[in-house]
């Protein structure tokens, strides 16, 4: 349904991200929404879940399409998942360490409960997935509009000194600005999550795009009204040295009803880490299903119709990357690698313009919006390397080559001694976890 599909868009980029730069928001809101519009083009013309790997199977073959799937399946959505439950369980505990950060151990555990709970709800149920998605959307709306009146109140009692001066000490330089928007589209991603459940979506072509106009400008104008009212507050400084700034702004405007905010905040990137687990696990499904990942992760439950061993590998993926996690690293090091493939999805659009001209196209845009997505790709991906070259960026592209070592002799030859092997490793958890394959 629409409201489910603009939920899923609205409940998965709204989480716990905020910055003290109106202008990076707005920039990165205007980015967001011309980026989806050209997922809302090959979403309506090729209509199969799995997202940038569908697109880039059908411009340029099975191997970039591989080399996506590799790098996503096996690092950037189980460190999405990560790095929302570590939001998630930095503002859960902080009620209970009044004055002080809570201990590392502590936010780990909380992390690595929230992401079993939500593992577990998805492989109990499509349909339970979808009301938590709608509930948690819901909720973080609330505390949204909470937080922006509460701020235009202490605007209108004349608290507005902050905003005259919110840019002072900006630093100018390419990396800097790279880095900026790095951490501006972190908090925008989500705006390609509907195109990875295409096959489960109802009527694609009318609900898609609508989904993505709707859902990304409301974003956007909540990410930015939000962050005034922040300012109204609180300086540029206080907002980068506090480590939750939704908490900080409860305490100092809505007391004693404080404990509202983190309440909901925590429901908010909750809800975040439901949506981004629910389209992980359809992303390992379906490439799983075409042979280019371990074929069990393709098999359904038997009893629940859901894609349980997709998600449980997603979630042990994720519980294994909040163990060294420093949130910060790993923003940069996600926002790298997915900017690489969202830059060649857009040029995949372009590609199938001229190559597959027979396509039927419900949504067109014009070509110039995914060239700029293709340009704006290449600045994000290259400007930090320039300006400040960490050893982060090259183990990110080993990595994701990596995957060629695995997918010569597993999927381009089908080596039978190694696929007969894997086969019999496999056999135990297909009858532990009771599933089987799709067409069954």
């Not at 009803?257 to 949506?275: E, M």
């Not at 600045?379 to 183990?395: G, H, Q, S, T, W």
Request: aromatic share 12%; net charge positive.
């Amino acid at each position: 349904a629409l409201l489910s599909a603009i939920c899923l868009i609205v409940g998965t980029m709204i989480g716990s991200a905020v910055g003290p730069c109106l202008l990076i928001w707005a920039a990165c809101g205007v980015l967001a929404t011309l980026g989806a519009l050209c997922y809302a083009e090959l979403g309506t013309m090729i209509t199969k879940s799995g997202g940038e790997y569908s697109y880039l199977t059908e411009a340029f073959g099975p191997l970039l399409a591989y080399l996506y799937s590799w790098t996503t399946v096996m690092v950037l959505k189980p460190s999405s998942f990560a790095i929302i439950t570590l939001s998630f369980a930095e503002y859960a505990a902080n009620p209970f360490y009044p004055g002080c950060t809570p201990p590392l151990v502590v936010i780990k555990c909380l992390a690595a409960v929230a992401i079993f709970m939500i593992v577990t709800v998805n492989c109990f149920s499509v349909k339970l997935a979808n009301y938590v998605q709608n509930f948690f959307t819901v909720a973080k709306l609330f505390i949204i509009l909470v937080i922006v009146v509460a701020g235009m109140v202490m605007l209108a009692r004349g608290n507005t000194e902050n905003l005259s001066n919110a840019f002072d000490g900006t630093s100018s330089s390419i990396g800097a600005i790279g880095l900026a928007f790095y951490n501006g589209l972190w908090a925008y991603d989500g705006w390609n999550q509907l195109n990875f459940i295409t096959e489960e979506l109802k009527q694609p072509s009318r609900n898609l795009p609508l989904a993505i106009l709707i859902g990304i400008p409301l974003v956007c104008v909540c990410y930015v009204l939000v962050n005034v009212a922040y300012f109204s507050v609180m300086t540029a400084t206080e907002l980068l040295l506090s480590p939750a700034v939704a908490l900080t702004f409860g305490d100092r405007v809505l007391y004693p009803l404080s404990w509202i905010v983190p309440l909901f905040v925590v429901l908010s990137t909750f809800g975040s880490a439901n949506g981004s687990c629910f389209t992980a696990g359809r992303l390992a499904y379906v490439s799983g299903r075409e042979g280019h990942m371990v074929k069990i992760l393709s098999y359904i439950s038997l009893k629940r119709y859901t894609p349980s061993p997709a998600l449980m590998f997603n979630g042990i993926l994720a519980i294994i990357y909040i163990i060294p996690a420093d949130i910060n690293t790993l923003i940069n090091y996600f926002s790298f690698a997915q900017w690489v493939f969202y830059g060649l999805t857009a040029l995949a659009l372009i590609v199938m313009r001229f190559t597959r001209k027979e396509l039927h196209r419900p949504v067109k845009v014009p070509i110039v919006i995914p060239g700029l997505i293709v340009l704006v790709s290449c600045y994000l991906v290259l400007a930090p390397i320039i300006d400040k070259p960490d050893m982060e960026y090259l183990y990110c592209t080993i990595f994701i080559f990596s995957g060629l070592l695995l997918y010569y002799p597993f999927v381009h030859r089908k080596v039978n001694w190694a696929r007969r092997k894997v086969t019999h490793l496999i056999q135990g958890c297909i009858l532990l976890m009771e599933v089987v394959p799709p067409e069954n």
